[in-house]
T-cell receptor, first 113, second 113 residues
Framework: KAGVTQTPRYLIKTRGQQVTLSCSPI?????VSWYQQTPGQGLQFLFE???????NKGNFPGRFSGRQFSNSRSEMNVSTLELGDSALYLC????????????FGDGTRLSIL | AQSVTQPDIHITVSEGASLELRCNYS??????LFWYVQSPGQGLQLLLK??????LVQGIKGFEAEFKRSQSSFNLRKPSVHWSDAAEYFC???????????FGTGTRLQVFP
């Protein structure tokens, strides 16, 4: 069974640009969660999608958004990038709840210049 | 809302020594508890989980954890550490159902030969 796939693995952007990250969950998993990981803050929960609906949301500004498609694939978008958005963005999938074992992708490393 | 604390940012042990990583949580009811491990450049992998029942849970790679309600703790242990255990370890707590998962800030484990 293929694991969680995140693309791209690395991204370099400049301030003010916008970026879209993609996540393909494990087949059959309908819950997809996104996390931001930075050295000082650890893993911060961004949002969770289930059946194309945002079910949970963390404390991030509106510049961070996401969506989920009918095949459970998910994207997250960050607009008007800031230097502080530099981080590893991790996607995790589980069958139907974040409180079940989550399977993580290897992440997208986003660097803002 | 639930929260989780990992008091130790960095721990160093010798290969073959025993290990205990601390995790304290805050939640009014019985939480869903997890330990994940992250190797450099990779996503997180589930080590073990506790939902209910026996308070001593066994996981992969020889790890175990004990849920102590009276101390609001879920410490991770391993009797004999191997060099390959060097990684970052994250404790996570969930409220169950479809609620989001909250991660601690992590403990980095260094193993000396």
């Amino acid at each position: 069974k293929a694991g969680v796939t995140q693309t791209p693995r690395y991204l370099i952007k400049t301030r003010g640009q916008q970026v879209t990250l993609s996540c393909s969950p494990i087949s059959g998993h309908r819950s997809v969660s996104w996390y931001q990981q930075t050295p000082g803050q650890g893993l911060q929960f961004l949002f969770e999608y289930f059946s194309e609906t945002q079910r949970n949301k963390g404390n991030f500004p509106g510049r961070f958004s996401g969506r989920q498609f009918s095949n459970s694939r998910s994207e997250m978008n960050v607009s008007t990038l800031e230097l502080g958005d530099s981080a590893l963005y991790l996607c995790a999938s589980s069958f139907d709840s974040p409180n079940q074992p989550q399977h993580f992708g290897d992440g997208t490393r986003l660097s803002i210049l | 809302a639930q929260s989780v604390t990992q008091p130790d940012i960095h721990i160093t042990v010798s290969e073959g020594a025993s290990l205990e990583l601390r995790c304290n949580y805050s939640y009014g009811a019985t939480p869903y508890l997890f330990w994940y491990v992250q190797s450099p450049g990779q996503g997180l992998q589930l080590l073990l989980k506790y939902f209910s029942g026996d308070t001593l849970v066994q996981g992969i790679k020889g790890f175990e954890a004990e849920f102590k309600r009276s101390q609001s703790s879920f410490n991770l242990r391993k009797p004999s550490v191997h060099w390959s255990d060097a990684a970052e370890y994250f404790c996570a707590v969930g409220a169950g159902n479809t609620d989001k998962l909250i991660f601690g800030t992590g403990t980095r484990l260094q193993v000396f030969p």
